[in-house]
């Protein structure tokens, strides 16, 4: 398994932006597809977006256009760009390796990052 700490998060008003990071322990992380997740006050976890080891990406349609995920394997590190942020993104948002079918995460989870949007 993969040890995974996200960092980044943070209290930021509608419009504006953060940047989050994961850090992902072990060599495995260069040969694995990566993903941010979020889960929100009384919902259940989504995946938000993915990134596979040749950098094609996938996102949930509520962040097409503002979310942008990306890595650097050289530091075992994936990041997510969030702009144009809204009150509805605010969730704990988690990193994990996910399936090259883009169906299941792999590890278990970390302790997540919180984002909070005010309107």
């Known amino acids: 398994q993969v040890q995974l700490v996200e960092s980044g998060g943070g209290l930021v008003q509608a419009g504006g932006s953060l940047r989050l990071s994961c850090a992902a322990s072990g060599n495995i992380f260069r040969i694995s597809t990566m993903a941010w997740y979020r889960q929100a006050p009384g919902k259940q976890r989504e995946l938000v977006a993915g990134v596979t080891t040749g950098g094609d990406t996938n996102y949930a349609d509520s962040v097409k256009g503002r979310f942008t995920i990306s890595r650097d394997n050289a530091k075992n590190m994936v990041y997510l760009q969030m702009n144009s942020l809204k009150p509805e993104d605010t969730a704990v948002y988690y990193c994990?390796?996910?399936?090259?079918?883009?169906?299941?995460?792999?590890?278990?989870w970390g302790q997540g990052t919180q984002v909070t949007v005010s309107s």
């Open positions: 994990n390796r996910i399936r090259p079918n883009w169906d299941r995460p792999v590890d278990y």
